[in-house]
């Protein structure tokens, strides 16, 4: 089974790319967006849903794997075709497909050519759980990129602070403290300023 490939736009159609991986040429159906973005002789990597049909290979590509997997829910539903999943993804992105589904705002997926009354209040009924879950997921990943990319910022100023001579738990403490206050609006040049500057007032009150 292919799930990615990358490779060479040769060609852009109305519904569809032909990507160039190492000589090979893939014929993958996108979505709107992906097709309004690629250019021939650019470089594209897509996530990538294979369908095996008795007669058939169909590709679907998408720049990130979320899409993929919402993409993979809108199929799941009964007269969702590939065709009406890749309509609906071209008018709506996915976080907002998500919220439909959660908040039961199916009417909003009428907009979509095809998409009658019966088959939005299906695709929300059918998919309310799956989207909920995939929303919470998505949710806890966002934090942890939060929460890990903190840990860097944390990480790089008590370096720069012992090198300047602090000793590593003085650093910590007013390192973390002035991400604390400063951390949402300041890059870590400013914040290492601020910590040292702190530092600083510190030891002149205590000499």
């Known amino acids: 089974m292919i799930s990615w490939l990358s490779g060479v736009v040769l060609l852009v159609s109305e519904d569809s790319i032909v990507l160039n991986v190492s000589n090979v ?4 159906y996108c979505p709107s967006a992906v097709l309004s973005s690629a250019q021939h002789g650019t470089k594209l990597e897509l996530w990538i849903d294979m369908e095996i049909k008795q007669d058939d290979h169909i590709l679907t590509g998408f720049v990130d794997i979320e899409s ?3 993409y993979r829910m809108l199929k799941s539903v009964q007269g969702v075709g590939t065709k009406l999943a890749l309509a609906i993804m071209g008018h709506y992105s996915c976080p907002d497909i998500l919220s ?15 998409v009658g009354a019966k088959i939005a209040e299906r695709i929300a009924n059918e998919l309310h759980k799956k989207a909920q ?16 990319q903190a840990s860097n910022v944390l990480s790089d100023i008590i370096s ?3 090198i ?9 403490m007013a390192a973390q403290k002035m991400i604390d206050e400063h951390g949402e609006k ?4 400013e914040l290492i300023r601020h910590t040292l500057a702190y530092l600083t007032r510190l030891k002149n009150i205590n000499t």
């Open 25 to 28: 040429g893939y014929l993958i």
């Open 100 to 114: 439909f589904i959660v908040n039961k705002e199916y009417v909003k997926l009428q907009a979509v050519s095809g």
């Open 186 to 189: 300041l890059g870590i040049s």
């Open 133 to 148: 879950l995939m929303v919470r997921e998505c949710q806890s990943a966002q934090m942890s990129m939060v929460h890990s």
């Open 68 to 70: 993929r997997t919402c």
């Open 164 to 172: 300047l001579g602090f000793n590593r738990a003085e650093a910590s």
């Open 160 to 162: 720069a602070l012992v």
